[in-house]
């Protein structure tokens, strides 16, 4: 593995059911991102983590929830699909909070929900 | 609230140059960073600024105004390849990052 990796790349999901969308860093990164963008809006947080085993809400949390067992890994949840779900979502992680430094993303995963 | 704007879209002519706007009401101020995103792609990382003044990178340059809240990228000698949209973010008091929607550049031979 090479910098961040989500899974899977894109899903159809009926609406109510629960779904883990994945991701994983070997950048040993100690901030992870969960970021949806949607058609002319700008990337939102949904939730995010400053290092493992800690995690905090972004913009848009409801319906998401998120957990942070180790470094390398932080899985996206979603309890039971809405059709507003429906959108791209990126990890991305960070080494700390240096000044300058930068978030790398994840590929995205493409998520319809009907 | 928090806002960030950024037009768009823009057209521009290959070899030309382009200069995309971005302005900025954040709740706290910790730099100012450039992203591209080609269509179907992850953002990837272009400039940052945290300083007034002008960054350089190559055929990117990246300027920053804290004073009236705005930004700027120059894209110079563009080229086919530089099709993509632009993302301006703001870290914040809370060192969080907030997006503008992105401009969307149209290079045309």
């Known amino acids: 593995i090479a910098g961040i990796t989500q899974a899977p790349t894109s899903q159809i999901l009926a609406a109510g059911r629960r779904m883990t969308l994945r991701c994983t860093q070997d950048?040993?990164?100690?901030?992870m991102y969960w970021y949806r963008q949607d058609l002319g809006l700008g990337l939102r947080l949904i939730h995010y983590?400053?290092?493992?085993?800690?995690?905090g809400k972004g913009e848009v949390p409801d319906g998401y929830s998120v957990s942070r067992a180790n470094t390398d890994d932080f899985p996206l949840t979603l309890a039971s699909a809405v059709p507003s779900q429906t959108s791209v979502y990126f990890c991305?992680?960070?080494?700390?909070?240096?000044?300058?430094?930068?978030?790398?993303f994840g590929p995205g995963t493409r998520l319809l929900v009907l | 609230g928090q806002n960030i704007d950024q037009p768009t879209e823009m057209t521009a002519t290959e070899g030309a140059i382009v200069q995309i706007n971005c302005t900025y009401q954040?709740?706290?101020?910790?730099?100012l960073f450039w992203y591209q995103q080609h269509a179907g792609e992850a953002p990837t990382f272009l400039s940052y600024?945290?300083l007034d003044g002008l960054e350089e990178k190559g055929r990117f340059s990246s300027f920053l105004s804290r004073s009236k809240g705005y930004s700027y990228l120059l894209l110079k000698e563009l080229q086919m390849k530089d099709s993509a949209s632009y993302l301006c973010?703001?870290?914040?008091?809370?060192?969080?990052?907030?997006w503008g929607a992105g401009t969307k550049l149209i290079i045309k031979p």
């Open positions: 991305a992680s960070r080494m700390g909070h240096s000044e300058g430094e930068t978030q790398y």
């Open positions: 950048m040993r990164h100690n901030a």
């Open positions: 983590s400053n290092t493992a085993g800690t995690t």
């Open positions: 954040t709740s706290g101020f910790n730099g």
């Open positions: 600024n945290v």
């Open positions: 973010a703001v870290r914040d008091s809370n060192y969080q990052l907030i």
